[in-house]
């Protein structure tokens, strides 16, 4: 399943993968030297990820049920890991340097299927 990402009519990104099973949530984009077929993934739970054995840095948005945003991390490198955001019940993640600089946390994003 794929779905489509907006910010104040602005589209993010129209192409995003869905991981919503245990094993594609804990494979995510481990081992990928790029993103084939979509511009990131969208873990749904999720409320912390790893980088480990990834390629690439990522930017990172923890979302709330609302798809209201809890933390924003950009460019973060391979092998690294992030806290655990109790509020968050979903994660986006893109390559490095494709969130808007004013996108910031409160913010709340449209997400659409395609």
């Not at 399943?1 to 602005?10: A, E």
């Not at 993010?12 to 949530?25: C, T, V």
């Not at 030297?33 to 999720?46: A, I």
């Not at 390629?55 to 609302?66: A, H, P, Q, V």
Request: proline share 4%; charged share 25%; net charge positive.
């Amino acid at each position: 399943m794929k779905i489509q990402i907006s910010y104040r009519d602005k589209i993010l990104s129209q192409n995003i993968l869905i991981a919503e099973s245990l094993l594609d949530r804990l494979i995510g984009l481990m081992f990928r030297e790029k993103l084939v077929g979509s511009d990131g993934l969208l873990l749904d739970p999720c409320r912390s990820i790893h980088t480990f054995f990834m390629r690439y840095s990522l930017d990172i948005i923890f979302l709330s049920s609302e798809n209201q945003i809890i933390k924003i991390i950009r460019n973060m490198k391979p092998w690294r890991m992030t806290w655990i955001y109790f509020r968050a019940n979903k994660t986006l993640e893109l390559p490095a340097g494709k969130f808007p600089f004013d996108l910031k946390e409160g913010d709340i994003l449209e997400v659409n299927n395609v």
